[in-house]
């Protein structure tokens, strides 16, 4: 009788890893395509997107056994396009590209529907000259709503637009000179609201022992109205930050890395600001135990941490954040072993991906937890395609799915994190030596409970599915 608790506690745990299911899809011949993702899903099919080497595209749809229905292709009247954002409506789905033509530079959203058909080729924004791929800038809303696509012509002016994809109407389009600033060098970050309200964050004197260290934040509504607030910062000087705006509580969110002395982040801050009152600002700085456990350094005297690179900053519902992120290390070197061209070593670049920090903050300021979830990924020459990891939300748990190992017959590992900030490792059962490795830095997630990506191997690519009971 005494085995009973015990055997029903492993049968609990049991259970609990067999909820999580890794499948994936027969493997597709890639042919020439440049580049395969995720669409999302319609109904009970799944749809994968594969950009071609010329005008002619493919979509690939799946059943929910993974296996192809339907394979068709779709046309554009140039080869050379930028693809921007894939977004899903009810029953279609909506690609956000950009196109040269004649000199001009347009972003076009070409509608799919459910059966692979073409619904619509619509322009939304025009830059009447060439405007380089590379400095096309863009931002969504964060209900999906609002396009505003930007550049900088100089220092000085910058040329964006802004659509509206629900009313399929265009707010506006403008040059935005002289804006009270002389030098748009020090424009940060710009976000786009619900509302079609844009807010413009510049960062001045960003500098040691400065006190004069400030934001100036722009906004511009709808209709064109501009206000100027200004944040003082203090003395301490900005690593790297995220911005977001919470439409919720309607306020301004930033939280990002800083230090007060030499190269090295020292710890956190948090700003929240509603544009009425005087801007909450709060240092967190490392304490010691903290540093020893993200960094692995076992030296008495720990004040700061390298190598730590943000990669997402969630606004919760009491207007507080979830910052995340991540160590990382990139190194390029000569490799004198391997073949030689032009009598010089070939090059190698290592990519490191490290243990994951993530701090959430109460509005007030205060900070609520820190966690560290540990991992590393090592790999060569693959821009780091297949490390980091993939932010799964559910209404319960925060999910931080990631390949263990950065190899075809790796396994996938699991994070997964509560309110309080409690943390279980777990590996996610799948076909054995199933060869796959997904790409989860570029997955999506299509329900509550699913999120797919794509595993390349051989110019072949697999749909992978990750499914919660």
């Given amino acids: 009788?005494?085995?009973?608790?015990?055997?029903?506690?492993?049968?609990?745990?049991?259970?609990?890893?067999?909820?999580?299911?890794?499948?994936?899809?027969?493997?597709?011949?890639?042919?020439?395509?440049?580049?395969?993702?995720v669409l999302g899903q319609i109904d009970s099919l799944y749809y994968v997107y594969?950009?071609?080497?010329?005008?002619?595209?493919?979509?690939?749809?799946?059943?929910?056994?993974?296996?192809?229905?339907?394979?068709?292709?779709?046309?554009?009247?140039?080869?050379?396009?930028?693809?921007?954002?894939?977004?899903?409506?009810k029953d279609r789905f909506q690609l956000i590209y950009a196109m040269h033509f004649d000199g001009n530079t347009e972003i076009r959203m070409k509608e799919?529907?459910?059966?692979?058909?073409?619904?619509?080729?619509?322009?939304?924004?025009?830059?009447?000259?060439?405007?380089?791929?590379?400095?096309?800038?863009?931002?969504?809303?964060?209900?999906?709503s609002e396009l505003l696509v930007f550049h900088k012509v100089n220092n000085r002016e910058i040329e964006w637009g802004c659509y509206n994809l629900a009313d399929r109407q265009?707010?506006?389009?403008?040059?935005?000179?002289?804006?009270?600033?002389k030098n748009f060098k020090r424009l940060e970050h710009i976000v786009i609201?619900?509302?079609?309200?844009?807010?413009?964050?510049?960062?001045?004197?960003?500098?040691?022992?400065?006190?004069?260290?400030?934001?100036?934040?722009?906004?511009?509504?709808?209709q064109g109205e501009r206000k100027k607030h200004k944040i003082d910062f203090a003395q301490a000087k900005t690593d790297e930050y995220l911005v977001d705006y919470d439409e919720l509580n309607q306020q301004l969110l930033i939280g990002g890395l800083y230090y007060q002395s030499g190269n090295e982040v020292e710890g956190l801050f948090y700003l929240r600001y509603d544009m009425q009152e005087e801007a909450l600002l709060k240092f967190h700085p490392f304490p010691d135990t903290l540093i020893r456990s993200l960094t692995g350094q076992k030296r008495k005297n720990l004040r700061r941490v390298e190598y730590l690179r943000l990669q997402e900053l969630i606004p919760r519902r009491d207007g507080g954040i979830l910052l995340v992120a991540e160590r990382y290390r990139k190194?390029?070197?000569?490799?004198?072993?391997?073949?030689?061209q032009d009598h010089l070593p070939a090059q190698q670049t290592d990519y490191l991906y490290e243990n994951i920090l993530l701090t959430s903050v109460h509005p007030s300021g205060k900070l609520h937890w820190q966690e560290v979830l540990f991992k590393q990924q090592k790999?060569?020459?693959?821009?780091?395609?297949?490390?980091?990891?993939?932010?799964?939300?559910?209404?319960?748990?925060?999910?931080?799915?990631?390949?263990?190992?950065?190899?075809?017959?790796?396994?996938?590992?699991?994070?997964?994190?509560?309110?309080?900030?409690?943390?279980?490792?777990?590996?996610?059962?799948?076909?054995?030596?199933?060869?796959?490795l997904p790409d989860f830095q570029r997955a999506k997630q299509v329900s509550a409970k699913t999120t797919l990506a794509i595993s390349e191997r051989n110019n072949k690519?697999?749909?992978?599915?990750?499914?919660?009971?």
């Fill in 112 to 144: 799919i529907g459910a059966e692979g058909q073409e619904l619509a080729d619509e322009a939304l924004l025009l830059f009447k000259y060439f405007v380089p791929y590379r400095d096309l800038r863009w931002e969504l809303s964060q209900d999906k």
């Fill in 50 to 89: 594969r950009e071609g080497p010329g005008k002619e595209h493919g979509i690939h749809s799946f059943r929910m056994n993974l296996e192809e229905e339907w394979e068709t292709t779709i046309s554009y009247p140039r080869a050379d396009l930028l693809f921007m954002e894939s977004l899903q409506q």
């Fill in 379 to 436: 790999s060569e020459n693959d821009e780091g395609r297949y490390s980091s990891f993939f932010l799964m939300k559910t209404a319960r748990h925060l999910r931080f799915i990631y390949n263990d190992e950065i190899r075809y017959l790796g396994r996938v590992y699991e994070y997964t994190v509560d309110a309080s900030g409690q943390a279980e490792r777990q590996r996610l059962f799948g076909e054995k030596r199933s060869g796959i």
């Fill in 193 to 222: 609201c619900n509302s079609g309200q844009a807010l413009l964050l510049f960062e001045f004197h960003n500098r040691l022992r400065r006190e004069d260290h400030h934001f100036l934040l722009f906004s511009i509504s709808a």
């Fill in 1 to 37: 009788m005494k085995l009973i608790p015990f055997i029903f506690s492993f049968l609990m745990s049991c259970s609990a890893l067999w909820a999580q299911q890794l499948a994936s899809s027969p493997a597709y011949s890639m042919g020439r395509d440049k580049d395969c993702f």
């Fill in 170 to 181: 265009l707010r506006w389009e403008y040059s935005l000179k002289d804006f009270e600033i």
């Fill in 331 to 340: 190194y390029n070197y000569n490799n004198h072993r391997t073949s030689y």
């Fill in 461 to 469: 690519f697999r749909l992978v599915r990750l499914s919660y009971d």
